[in-house]
């Protein structure tokens, strides 16, 4: 079985601030990891994934993420964040057994001016 | 890259009636698509497993004959939610890997938000 939990549903943060956005994982196979993004009333977008290799993944509209096996965690990293980075976020975990994913509850990003 | 297309994006039914969602692959095969349910301010819920040509793995607690699904090419699986009832109005969003790179990203339509009345 694996899970995925995000501990912050809501993140507050000022405009230009930096941001994480936490996620930890269990899981007792080797798994891949991602982060989405979801606009009101709209599907998922992918922003990263972690599949292997280089633990620290690149993704769209300037975030990162590192992958830390140990700590079994993959935060969610911008720098400076923008109005339009207003979204809900979900870390979700996958691996080679279960195809589907499984989410994290979300975390509620609101960036304010 | 890969686009998933979900039709309708919202749909208002009286209670009792049916309704369809179609999940299409627009651009390359789908073996597998999955359903998801969300409820307001809540995480994805995997409500079952699509594969093409074969009957659909469903989670535990959720209704086969109430929530039907169908796969019937590698571009499109259905959802009907038969004799729907307002708890069935929900956020339903479907997925579709990618047969030609394996299964490590899942691509998302864009959601079809039921209301039932």
């Known amino acids: 079985a694996q899970s995925v939990t995000q501990l912050d549903s809501q993140v507050p943060v000022f405009e230009e601030a930096p941001v994480e956005l936490r996620c930890n994982y269990s899981?007792?196979?080797?798994?891949?990891l991602f982060w989405y993004v979801q606009y009101p009333n709209q599907g998922l977008q992918l922003l990263l994934k972690?599949?292997?290799?280089?633990?620290l993944v690149k993704g769209i509209n300037g975030f990162e993420a590192e992958f830390n096996k140990s700590q079994t965690s993959f935060h969610l990293r911008k720098p400076s964040v923008h109005i339009s980075d207003t979204a809900e976020y979900f870390c979700?975990?996958?691996?080679?057994?279960?195809?589907?994913?499984?989410f994290g509850s979300g975390t509620r990003l609101q960036v304010q001016p | 890259g890969a686009v998933v297309s979900q039709h309708p994006s919202r749909v208002i039914c009286k209670s009792g009636t049916s309704v369809k969602i179609e999940c299409r692959s627009l651009d390359f095969q789908a073996t597998t698509m999955f359903w998801y349910r969300q409820f307001p301010k809540k995480s994805l819920m995997l409500m079952a497993t699509s594969n093409e040509g074969s009957k659909a793995t469903y989670e535990q607690g959720v209704e086969k004959d109430k929530f039907l699904i169908n796969h019937a090419s590698l571009t499109l699986s259905t959802l009907t939610v038969t004799s729907a009832h307002p708890e069935d109005s929900s956020f339903y969003i479907c997925s579709a890997t990618d047969r030609g790179v394996g299964n490590t990203e899942a691509f998302f339509g864009q959601g079809t938000r039921l209301t039932v009345v």
């Open positions: 979700a975990v996958g691996n080679t057994g279960r195809r589907a994913l499984t």
């Open positions: 899981s007792s196979v080797s798994v891949y």
């Open positions: 972690y599949l292997s290799g280089s633990t």
